[in-house]
Nanobody
Framework: VQLQASGGGLVQPGGSLRLSCAASGFRLDDYAIGWFRQAPGKEREGVSC????????YYADSVKGRFTISRDNAKNTVYLQMNSLKPEDTAVYYCAATTVVWGRVTEEVHYRYWGQGTLVTVSS
């Protein structure tokens, strides 16, 4: 059972990146999938989450209108499209899987599987 996050890199302010979270050993559509990030010297924070079945989506206020989460169940993959990137978006981004009730998806303690993280650096 494994989650693989990828797609990070170096991008200039205002640029875009698309992160991918691919699962092996289990079906992603059985889980809500969250993206978290941890900037240097800061605690990890929730960025976005997509539900397993009813289409519910959560975005942190800091990324609303700039980031879009989506899932392709046929590919067993969840994506995070990040546009209009800012230097403060610089962080290691993690994807994770949970079956917790929707009201608690921002609480990382409820996530069962975690990817290894992918570094996003926004800098000129």
């Amino acid at each position: 059972v494994q989650l693989q996050a990828s797609g990070g890199g170096l991008v200039q302010p205002g640029g875009s990146l698309r992160l991918s979270c691919a699962a092996s050993g289990f079906r992603l559509d059985d889980y809500a999938i969250g993206w978290f990030r941890q900037a240097p010297g800061k605690e990890r924070e929730g960025v976005s989450c997509i539900s397993s079945s009813d289409g519910s989506i959560y975005y942190a206020d800091s990324v609303k209108g700039r980031f879009t989460i989506s899932r392709d169940n046929a590919k067993n993959t969840v994506y995070l499209q990040m546009n209009s990137l800012k230097p403060e978006d610089t962080a290691v981004y993690y994807c994770a899987a949970t079956t917790v009730v929707w009201g608690r998806v921002t609480e990382e303690v409820h996530y069962r599987y975690w990817g290894q993280g992918t570094l996003v650096t926004v800098s000129s």
